[in-house]
């Protein structure tokens, strides 16, 4: 079976900043959810039904192009440590890490695609890039539907739509979301407001990593709520309308804070840098705040280094299971906060030296 | 979409709450929303603990549903008690066999009942005619249109829309 540890040779192309308005925007996330006729939804489905879904989910991938590569994983077969490395990653969502009936992944080339077997929809097809470039993802995305599809029997209503487990993704079944770092808004208060409008327009914000998750470091996951009505392309264009005023406003707070607040604001900065490359035992929190105020400094040129990649692979890189993947050995929270710091300290350095 | 509680106002207040580790999300209008003691977002307030008020909420949603005692789903045998209880559905066919509760928790969901986005290329046989669809993609384009105050495009649309009714009822 294939093993977790295959990821770590490279960075997820979501993570390599490539992608437009990166310094503000992580990445852009769109994702599908698909059942099959003929099967109950996993929660209700028998063990031999799940294992019936993952041999034809299987065999349908081995003849598709966007997937033909990927990595296949028995999620419940891996031990706990490794689920959570795949949360982290965000390529597995929370329930993924808990099942214990059959369940699988499959990860393309970059962690571009993805897709989710057994969740709570037979399939979860994943798609994610770097910055905002929810258009493009979303056609990604759209291929691998296209090519799975005359293959799969999709449950489909006509009037309805794709038919999913919850009916808060009949329809579409799409969600598309951006992960977007917000310090300033936060610091000038601002955030408040701009939260009520996105709720307003009918989006939902959640924190770092999706449901049920807390914000942390000013990150912030706005997607599109109902999923029902709206064509995909009309759903799309709407969290990338509403990113793109965002984006702007966290802009202009930015403008502020160096007109109303400059020193103080360079002062957080300066000492969140200072921690990070001297400090000699880190949380995994810590490093979330304090590589979230360094961002700001770098995308606001008061920083000159490390580059936007670094400060994004800092951020997962440095989460508990990345953290003892790497170092390839399991650690109690003391002794990896230990090693996070010196981790951390080494990234640093290597990220300056690279810009 | 319209306010899950009052059903009378438009919901603006959308919220994901994790209950017992299942995930519930509550579509409120602002009056609803002060009246249940929500407040818009704050940092200081983790977006978890929001809708603890509200837990309830769905369940009341889905309880107001009139169905018909006994009955479960062909395809899964899951009555709509244990949709009630889980907020998940057992198998495609429960949409067939609760087609009038769904109905009614799409559109408050939603607030919407008609999918317009993509189909697959082989279709399962159409429960509504093809030309249904096409007049009801129709009529959305031209409240756009309308909105858009793009006149000689309604004017269009109208008469298109107009045509597909004759031969409706002819």
Known sequence: ?355 | MLCEFCGEEEATVHLTELVNGKISEFHLCVKCAEKKGVQSPSLSEPFSSLGALLSGVIEELALNEPVEKGTTCPGCGASYFEFKKTGRLGCPKCYNTFQKQLKSLLRKIHGNTRHTGKRPVIAPISAVPAQDLELEKLKKELTKAIEKEEFERAAELRDKIKQGGTKNNG
């Open chain 1, 1 to 355: 079976m294939a093993k977790v540890e295959q990821l770590l040779s490279y960075s997820s192309n979501w993570l390599t900043a490539r992608g437009s308005s990166s310094g503000i925007v992580l990445s852009s996330r769109v994702r599908a959810a698909r059942n099959l006729e003929g099967f109950s939804f996993p929660l209700y489905c028998s063990d031999k039904s799940r294992e019936e879904i993952i041999n034809l989910v299987q065999t349908t991938v081995c003849r598709s192009l966007y997937l033909k590569d990927a990595i296949f994983f028995e999620v419940n077969r891996l031990p706990h440590l490794d689920r959570q490395f795949l949360l982290e990653r965000h390529l597995i969502s929370t329930e993924l890490v808990e099942e214990k009936r059959k369940c699988g992944l499959f990860v393309g080339e970059q962690e571009i695609l993805g897709m989710m077997i057994n969740e709570e929809d037979h399939l979860r097809l994943q798609a994610m890039s770097s910055g905002l470039q929810l258009v493009e993802t979303f056609q990604l995305l759209s291929k691998l539907d296209d090519e799975l599809q005359p293959l799969l029997p999709y449950a489909f209503h006509q009037e309805w739509g794709y038919l999913t487990a919850c009916p808060t993704n009949t329809g579409t079944g799409l969600r598309a979301s951006i992960l977007i770092h917000l310090p300033a808004l936060v610091l000038t208060k601002e955030i408040d407001k701009v939260l009520k409008s996105i709720f307003q327009i009918g989006l939902a914000v959640r924190g770092l990593y999706g449901e049920g998750t807390e914000v942390k470091g000013n990150f912030f996951q706005i997607s599109n709520q109902t999923t029902l009505g709206r064509s995909e392309e009309e759903l799309i264009e709407m969290v990338d309308k509403v990113t793109r005023q965002i984006i702007l406003q966290e802009i202009n707070a930015r403008e502020l804070l160096l007109k109303e607040a400059k020193a103080e604001t360079e002062d957080k900065i300066w000492r969140a840098k200072g921690i990070l490359e001297n400090a000699r035992v880190l949380t995994s929190e810590e490093v979330i705040n304090l590589s979230s105020a360094m961002r700001l400094g770098v995308t606001m040129e008061i920083l000159k280094s490390p580059d936007i990649q670094t400060l994004n692979e800092l951020l997962i890189f440095s989460q508990p299971a990345h953290l003892q993947k790497i170092l390839n050995r399991e650690m109690q929270p003391q002794e990896r906060d230990t090693e996070r710091a010196q981790w951390v300290r080494r990234r640093l350095c290597e990220g300056s030296a690279r810009k």
